[in-house]
T-cell receptor
Framework: DAGVTQSPTHLIKTRGQQVTLRCSPI?????VSWYQQVLGQGPQFIFQ???????GRGNFPDRFSARQFPNYSSELNVNALLLGDSALYLCASSLVLGLDYGYTFGSGTRLTVV | DAKTTQPTSMDCAEGRAANLPCNHSTISGNEYVYWYRQIHSQGPQYIIH???NNETNEMASLIITEDRKSSTLILPHATLRDTAVYYCIVLSGTYKYIFGTGTRLKVLA
């Protein structure tokens, strides 16, 4: 069975540009979350979507946006890139929105802003 | 969501049990304790979670104290492949994981 798939795996962008990261959850999983992990730190929550609706947002600027599609895949968009946006972006999926289930994380997209 | 405190790093001999502690003294009654680990350059991997009772699965055991203010993740027979950063997370209804810096476990041959 395919796990959580993220694309691209690596990306280099220039300051001021825009980037779109993609995530395909495990088949049947309806919840997708996005996390940012800066080198040496734990992942930080950005967004959570369930059934195509935003259910949670972390402390990130409006330059960050996301959406979930009818097939439950998701995109994370970041506008006006800053050097500080360089990080590993992780997508996690779960079957439903509930505390009795763990999340399955993808391997992430490594974004480098130069 | 309650905050957690973990030691920065630990070493464990291969084949021995690795006991990773976590303090969550401000946990409330409806908050779960989750454990994840992250092997270098990969996404975090779910290990186990619990509310009040001790839990065991094929990967590990989770021991939660009676007052729920701390817990211990036990890897019964650590292998070199268990070398990773281990995160203890307390989660309530927001479903938002707050990761700390975790415990860097090094399994020694």
């Amino acid at each position: 069975d395919a796990g959580v798939t993220q694309s691209p795996t690596h990306l280099i962008k220039t300051r001021g540009q825009q980037v779109t990261l993609r995530c395909s959850p495990i088949s049947g999983h309806k919840s997708v979350s996005w996390y940012q992990q800066v080198l040496g730190q734990g992942p930080q929550f950005i967004f959570q979507y369930y059934e195509k609706e935003e259910r949670g947002r972390g402390n990130f600027p409006d330059r960050f946006s996301a959406r979930q599609f009818p097939n439950y895949s998701s995109e994370l968009n970041v506008n006006a890139l800053l050097l500080g946006d360089s990080a590993l972006y992780l997508c996690a999926s779960s079957l439903v929105l509930g505390l009795d289930y763990g999340y399955t994380f993808g391997s992430g997209t490594r974004l480098t802003v130069v | 969501d309650a905050k957690t405190t973990q030691p920065t790093s630990m070493d464990c001999a291969e084949g021995r049990a690795a006991n990773l502690p976590c303090n969550h003294s401000t946990i409330s009654g409806n908050e779960y304790v989750y454990w994840y680990r992250q092997i270098h350059s990969q996404g975090p991997q779910y290990i186990i979670h619990g509310l009040k009772n001790n839990e065991t699965n094929e990967m590990a055991s989770l021991i939660i104290t009676e007052d729920r203010k701390s817990s211990t993740l036990i890897l019964p027979h650590a292998t070199l492949r268990d070398t990773a950063v281990y995160y203890c997370i307390v989660l309530s209804g927001t479903y938002k994981y707050i990761f700390g810096t975790g415990t860097r476990l090094k399994v020694l041959a």
